[in-house]
Each structure stands twice: as structure tokens, then as C-alpha cells.
């Protein structure tokens, strides 16, 4: 019984360690999405794929605070990419967020940008 709990335990860390969805900031009952990006991104034998989601797009701008942003994996397998914001995010007008799959994994998610109404 304590080998199973045991089990159980590294388990739920380790799907946590893998875990591919990814936020930030908290959603208001006032935010509005403002931006929903997908990036897909074919796999590469023996290599990390990666991709940047920049918001605004070139060329746009937002005068509005950002307070959430979500990246949901769209692969159904746990062999999804970590995320990380590089610069801005919730409490900033801007953000960019870069993408990395695991080894000879691609890429398949959607962001969502939630700002001020």
C-alpha cells in the first residue's frame, strides 16, 4: 500500500514537471479577449523546436493592460511545449512569450490575451 502512494505521488509531480498549459495573471470579470494566436510548429528529429507569440502584432498597437494570458497545448499526448514570458505580460500593454517543444516534439498551442475592457 505505501509503494502505491509513493507511486501515486511521484506521478502526480511528475505530470505537474511536464504540464504544457501555462498562465498568467488573473481574469477579471471586466477583461475582454483581445487576442487569441495559434502557433503550430512541425517536430525535428532529435531537436528542440521553438517559436515567440509577440502581442500587439507588428504594426497594431494596445493601449489596454493585459491581466491574463493562457497557453493551452492542443496535442493530446503530455508531449507538449514550456512557456515562457520574456518580456511584458499581465500589467504591461505588451508581451512576448516564447514556445519551446521537448526534443523531436513540434509544436501545437493557442494563446489567449485577456486585457481591460
Known amino acids: 500500500m505505501k509503494t502505491l502512494q509513493i507511486a501515486l505521488v511521484l506521478s502526480a509531480i511528475l505530470a ?3 504540464a504544457a498549459n501555462a498562465s498568467w495573471g488573473a481574469k477579471l470579470s471586466s477583461s ?6 495559434n502557433v503550430t510548429v512541425h517536430k525535428k528529429a532529435n531537436q528542440n ?8 502584432l ?3 498597437t494596445n493601449t489596454k493592460t ?5 497557453i493551452t497545448d492542443l496535442f493530446t499526448n503530455s ?6 514570458v520574456l518580456s511584458g505580460g499581465p500589467g504591461y500593454t505588451y508581451v ?10 513540434g509544436i501545437n498551442v493557442s494563446c489567449q490575451i485577456w486585457a481591460d475592457a
Do not use: C, D, E
Not at 79 to 84: A, E, R
Not at 96 to 105: A, E, G, R
Open 79 to 84: 508531449s507538449g511545449p514550456s512557456s515562457t
Open 32 to 37: 475582454k479577449l483581445v487576442s487569441t494566436q
Open 66 to 70: 493585459i491581466r491574463f494570458i493562457s
Open 49 to 56: 523546436v521553438s517559436s515567440k507569440i509577440i502581442f500587439p
Open 16 to 18: 505537474i514537471a511536464f
Open 96 to 105: 512576448q512569450i516564447n514556445i519551446t517543444s521537448q526534443p523531436s516534439q
Open 58 to 60: 507588428t504594426g497594431q
